[in-house]
Each structure stands twice: as C-alpha cells, then as structure tokens.
C-alpha cells in the first residue's frame, strides 16, 4: 500500500519559513520522481516544484528563489523549504509521485496546511 504523508504546515507570518517533509512508503522512492503542489481556496491546484529521480529541480515562476525541493532517497523522504513567505502562499501543500519521467502523478499525499498571515 503506497502512502505519502506530508507534514510540517502551520501557521507563520509573511517574511517567515516552513519546511514541509513527506515520507513515502511502499513505492521505490529512489525510481521515482516527486514534487509538491498547491490548492488555494477557490482555486486550482498547481505544481510548485519537483525533483527527478537524479536530482534535478524546477519550480513554479512565483516560488523561484524562495522555495528548494530536495530528497533523502535513504529516508524516503522529499522536503520542500519555504523562505520569504508571501500571503499568496497560503494553501494546502500536497507532495505526488510519478514513476514515469513525465506525465501525471501516480500518488498523492493528504496535504498539509500552510497559511501565512499578513
């Protein structure tokens, strides 16, 4: 049973950092790509950033410079550290796998909630 739980979210003012964390089971995280994503209330979710299995990162336009997407392959785990947090960035962060090199994500986490107040 594949499981990705996310966690780290909370409540931080603008100008503040969080780091959110996922652990994931039951899939070689080592093969697999992963990236977090974003749902804002009454909007859609979008992709903030992901890592490839060996290691190369992208990002959202609007998170660029603020936010770094790494992995630890030896604890399962995929991190997602957000600096100079804006009210914009509000949402709830959702981190995927995909085990193929492009196309849609194969499992998803529950979310965890980020909210910065102004």
């Known amino acids: 049973q594949v499981q990705l739980v996310e966690s780290g979210g909370g409540l931080v003012q603008a100008g503040g950092s969080l780091r959110l964390s996922c652990a994931a089971s039951?899939?070689?995280?080592?093969?697999?790509?992963m990236g977090w994503h974003r749902q804002a209330p009454g909007k859609q979710r979008e992709l903030v950033a992901t890592?490839?299995?060996?290691?190369?990162?992208n990002y959202a336009d609007d998170v660029k410079g603020r936010f770094t997407i790494s992995r630890d392959n030896a604890k399962n785990t995929v991190y997602l550290q957000m600096n100079s947090l804006k009210p914009e960035d509000t949402a709830v962060y959702y981190c995927?796998?995909?085990?193929?090199?492009?196309?849609?994500?194969?499992?998803w986490g529950q979310g965890t909630q980020v909210t910065v107040s102004s």
């Open positions: 039951g899939i070689i995280f080592s093969a697999n790509a």
């Open positions: 995927a796998s995909r085990r193929a090199l492009i196309g849609r994500f194969d499992y």
């Open positions: 890592i490839t299995r060996g290691g190369s990162t």
